[in-house]
């Protein structure tokens, strides 16, 4: 499936300093859809170069990281169980606990 | 790109349209509330949440002369974004000019300069740029050239920061906002408690409004209002010591997220003890500036340059122009020689 992934507020450090990725992902095996929870170990594995962690806590993304499905909030669409069609957006956002 | 939603909502369902207007697609949760609003929504409640903070805190009067320190990053487009379309809709009756320094190095600020040259444009604010060139006579590249990648960054921490009250001071301002966000002050506070240097002071804008609000999403903004910055490390800045302190920070971010704030309280709460010698205020003797010794950090280091030793006033202060007479007897003191020559490394001021 193709894909544009943007990395903002900082995220790109993450991935060799590119904000915007063009790429192809294996759809996971006998399904049809792409998940964010698959996607999102997809963009662990071949994505990010370093520090993880800033990125991603257990299965899901580190406290702070916005995630923007089609420029909407993953929150309201379901989070991990998101399906993707085309465009993502991830973004490190500022919050004082 | 709005995909239609035209179908009601099933019972016991999410809502589908916005919390606030009732009429668009949400794309948004708000943190601290949950509410799922749209893009439209979001720009009102972000920009009014700002005024609501500026008004309270009654940081600006009517005719105010207010330069905003535009380095072209993301959290200095945001503000003057944010600020200008605040001073009209709300009259405050601002002045308001973008001010922004050339420390003279090829390729990284000037491509920062260009767009800040379109902000001038985009929001209708005055640029004033200063150059290091203009203010000290040596623009980074020619520091480098001359001392090599180890100290720079000290160079230009004190030549910056006082670029920007300099500037402020020479277009008669009276305020000056930056954009520092909490990293930033975290850092500094960090860096200042390790050098010792508790003397110094942080005012930032930005960072009021973050602690007032508990939060900023100012990427987000950023983001959906597609505005136009500049973001990229400085060409200089990997081997600034800065750069260590915010690999701590972000550390300590993982472990308890509540650390930054902590950190910044510290700073506001750190005691300093009774028998410890504060170093008074003056003026610099060379150039007039603030300063608690003869000369002022920029005017040791400014000698040094032009009298090709780039090493005065790096390190501790051993004869030279002002002496060795001043000392300053904090905790931290032993352990700072070898790191007070860092100073910076981040894009914003």
New interface residues.
């Given amino acids: 499936m193709q894909l544009t992934l943007e990395f ?2 900082g995220l790109e450090l993450l991935c060799d ?1 590119q904000k915007i990725h063009k790429v192809n992902v294996d759809l996971p095996h006998g399904k049809y859809d792409l998940t964010m929870k698959h996607l999102l170990f997809w963009v662990r594995t071949n994505l990010i170069k370093e520090r993880p ?2 990125f991603i806590k257990g299965d899901t993304v ?3 990281v ?1 995630v ?1 499905v ?4 993953w ?2 669409s379901g989070q991990l169980e998101t399906t993707i069609e085309d465009k993502l ?1 991830f ?7 | 790109m709005e995909k239609g939603e035209a179908k009601s909502k099933k019972a016991g369902g999410p809502p589908r349209l916005c919390c606030i207007c009732n009429e668009r697609r949400p794309v948004l949760k708000r943190p601290k509330t949950l509410q799922q609003i749209c893009r439209e929504c979001f720009y009102e409640v972000f920009e009014e949440e700002i005024h609501q903070v500026i008004v309270k805190n009654r940081l600006f009067k009517s005719g105010e002369r207010v330069a905003i320190g535009a380095s072209g990053g993301k959290d200095s487009t945001v503000l003057a974004y944010v600020l200008s379309e605040l001073n009209r809709r709300h009259s405050y009756g601002l002045d308001l000019f973008l001010l922004s320094i050339d420390e003279g190095i090829t390729g990284y600020r000037d491509d920062s300069l260009e767009t800040v040259k379109r902000n001038e444009l985009q929001y209708g604010l005055p640029l004033q740029i200063l150059s290091y060139k203009d203010l000290y006579g040596w623009t980074m590249d020619d520091i480098v050239k001359m001392i090599g990648l180890k100290n720079n960054c000290t160079f230009c921490g004190v030549f910056r920061r006082q670029a920007l009250d300099r500037g402020a001071a020479l277009l008669k301002v009276d305020k000056l906002v930056t954009g520092h966000n909490a990293d930033d002050i975290a850092e500094t506070v960090l860096l200042n408690i390790l050098r010792g240097d508790i003397a110094r002071y942080v005012y930032i804008y930005l960072f009021l409004i973050m602690l007032s609000l508990g939060y900023i999403m100012i990427h987000t903004y950023a983001y959906f209002k597609k505005l136009d910055y500049f973001s990229t490390e400085c060409i200089y800045s990997p081997n600034a010591y800065r750069g260590f302190a915010r690999e701590f920070i972000k550390d300590l971010e993982r472990l308890r997220p509540r650390a930054i704030l902590d950190i910044i309280k510290s700073g506001e709460d750190f005691r300093i003890a009774t028998t410890t010698k504060m170093p008074e205020q003056g003026t610099c003797e060379r150039c007039g500036y603030i300063s608690s010794q003869k000369w002022c950090k920029a005017c040791v280091l400014l000698e040094g340059l032009n009298r090709g030793l780039p090493k005065m006033g790096i390190g501790r202060a051993r004869g030279g122009v002002n002496g060795g007479d001043h000392k300053k007897e904090t905790k931290a003191g032993s352990t700072v020689k070898s790191l007070e020559s860092k100073q910076c490394g981040s894009l914003d001021f």
């Fill in positions: 903002g507020g300093s962690e800033m580190r406290p702070g916005l923007l089609n420029d909407c909030d929150e309201l957006h973004m490190r956002e500022e919050f004082v606990f």
